[in-house]
């Protein structure tokens, strides 16, 4: 297109220092990202503006190898999807001159929005108190592009756009994704999405037919469950341990795969969450993810990363007493710190890898982005644009206006690390209400490096009542008695990868994301008292998990959390 | 769920009025509307709250019949897709006391948003200058529905959602669609979509197998035969007339279709856009409806109604030089003059209607919603579910603000008023300039009755070059020439709904939504000088049809609409 080839030409003015560096020698800093971004036209940031992630990378990328071509793992209604033929009009869009009766794109002038006004945290004061009392205002007017006030308006995101999202936050998130993960080949791409479960299921579209397996951890996401299973495709669940999947049953699996008796070809395709795993929250580290990838290149399989909980990387666990670990205060030992990403391994380009914005500013934004290789970024807003056609533009503008224009690239870094500490608060509370409350002769956890999820594993064989009565029938009896204790907390059983399989293990799960402290606290009390009455053991002493007194059975109905939550369900989860 | 069942007995302190009306004696009165409305309970529009539109509702629907059950419709994809398994725990949210630590829902305490404002037009003061001048604010907290300001907040709307949708949202648009539609059978639903577009991609996996074919008009949206062909769905194209679709050409086509011949079943689906169809601008009459409807009924047809530009309805046209036609200046005569939509004539249940803010309010929205019986409706949200998750609770929330608590149902008729007059400027103005420029000997048209689309029927049998030139060759002249003198009007056969059937006709398609009064005059006068010269007519006078200096070739380059268009495509069109 016209705009991306001006945009291109503008760059080379740049490139003495550009040239200068190796690009592979170092991470990109972030205090040299601005410098390094180009100046487009104007028009690139129209409205539909075609654009890429090419025009957005911040080094040049001929140093490093190119993806392989993953033509032959595509399904069919992959293969077969063919572009927009009303785009083949496109290109003569910039014929100077030209008058255009041929997009149905209204005026925005029936747009009944004149502007909107955000209050946000000022960097550095990020507690909902320091928002109300002291937040920046951001501001967007209808016309601020003509105007230049602004690169994005509301004229602009307010009227279609791409499959691949707008110009404007696609830069953001390509720059970010440079910044943080900076793939070690050449042609990769990203595309926003309209959240990471759309992304699954366009992904499962792309990379499976009728009939296949994926892989993934034995104990799974249940919505990538029933995402893959009305399509006719279904999990083989890998062994898993702390750190998450085995690669050694993965490769296992493999070797031994049985067509005949499966009923299915050798999987293709690993769907895997590396980091604070749902619902184990198990994190793979550093050099379990290079044993993955090799494994994935040995079986040549694709992988699906999906990420949410990446930022959610938290300082270790030190016990209830000791201090605290220390906790990153740059945003380079920040970024150092975080475990290294399958993508930012990725020689191959065999990773799709799936980012969201839901765990770390708004699930309600539904906006989220994928990076892999061009060709499969490209396949991936072909489809957008004849079925999502990409996230809310109103959604758009509001991350655009917070990410961009209002906090930056370092800002965003100080969010992540402010969420961090969050998160690693929260989970120190619910670690030390289990040191506290939980009887360990029957259950057991590892510490949580990451997520919103603390996974507990219940000792069945303990059980008086095991093996007259199934692990099913124990799990279920536990969770029952949970309830009439006062807690919810989910069953294990409910996130087999595959139903079918062998499962001789018990587990609940609890999420320390919501609550606040104190009924976290009570919460693990709660279970405790459960889990003593299950198994017939002596309780503790009242007020050690006796059940407080606005709890169970009490007068009280009111919301317990911070906000109104009666009625909602385990979505997402 | 209990917060249904609680809403439900809260209502019945209010039959005293419903129980003397008869429902179906007469339309919903507006002016009526919100003294129906029940008082739900406050969780009711908690975060991630599950509803229906039963709950919303404003009469009873006893009196109708109940819809057909259509699974033997259903795709195996549909029939096989269960609910989310992790929902079984949603029912023990009601317990009194009850801490739960299920649902991964980030707090909103992380949400990094304190408040947003907008600036929108005063009902009857709808310009972009009144707006801007004297618009009313609508302001959002993060806690307004703590606090009792709001019944939607940003704590609630930015956090995880409902593949239906908000409650606050869904209620509105099953008010309006009772307001407008009220659908002649008990059972049906509604359910917010990510757009049309989305809708379609999901509605064709949920009523088609690979191999299949649709029914459509022989000219149809372009991106709906690209939504379908990866899934092995092809369209087989209805003639149409002035009013759209033949409903005698669609009994023939049905009535022998011979599966051997053409590889597939005989078709169980039509998709068809009732109402200023893309491309061609026609609108089905009221009687048309009926007909269509009834040889659905004969065949029985699934339809999936499209209707985008309904409320782009129009007055008729009266010619240049008569005075316009009179506009319904109430809201009784506006709805009463909508023809009707054949989910208002759907007695069976086999309509699922698409609607979309898209064409009304902003296309960037990526909000509409579909109507239809309520377990087809169900099976659509639970894919939603584990997919699109519904639309952006960003986007939600303006159009609540807007539409609910800024114009209310009364204002939206009137801003829906105001659109349908500003279409019908529109559409007269490029009638009088074809009227003027184009040479009539050679190209014909019919005044469109609704949308944005005027579609140009070509002589080509009365060109010089036919038959030693082919249509498409000089589709394809007649289109590169307009190009070079300075006009994009998309070629007709980029709308065929097949490509394998024979076609000979010749169109172009101009689009009158997007560009200023002048440049729609000038790019007609163009289109006709293009005519002129490729039929080697006489032209007109210099002036008269002649590129203006500001036109091409000229040192211009300035974006020519109200806003930086450069780059955009042939989106959604």
Known sequence: MAPSAAIETEAVTDTSTITVLNPLAAPLKINELYGRRKTPLKSQWGVAAVSNSELFKLRPQEGKPKAKNWDYRLSQEALSRKGNSLKQAAKFLATPGLISLGGGIPTSEYFPFDSLMLKVPRVGHFSEAEAHASGMILESGKHDLLEDKSILDIATAFNYGQGTGTAQLLRWVTEHTELVHDPPYQDWACTLTVGSTSALDMAFRMFTEKGDYVLSEEYTFATAVETAAPMGVKVAGVKMDAQGLLPDSMDEILTHWDPVSRGARKPTVLYTVPTGQNPTGATQGHARRRAIYAVAQKHDLYILEDEPYYFLQMDPYTGPDAPPAPTPTTHEEFLKNLVPSLLSMDVDGRVLRMDSFSKVISPGSRVGWITASEPIVR??????????????????????????????????????????????????????????HLPKEVVSWVPPMAGMFHWLQVKYEKHPRYPAKSITELEDEIFMRNVGNGVLMMKGSWFYASSEERHDTLFFRATFAAAPFDRIQEAIRRFGKTLRESFGLEMLEDGEDGVVSNGVGGKENKPLGHHVTNGHTGKAV
Not at 408 to 428: C, N, Q, V
């Open 379 to 436: 396949k991936y807003y072909m489809h957008a644009d004849v079925s999502t056609q990409g996230p809310s533009g109103m959604s758009q503008l509001l991350l655009f206006k917070l990410l961009d224009e209002g906090w930056g690239h370092p800002g965003y870094l100080d969010w992540l690390m402010h969420i961090r500490a969050e998160y690693t608060k929260r989970r120190d509370v619910i670690l030390a209400a289990c040191e506290t």
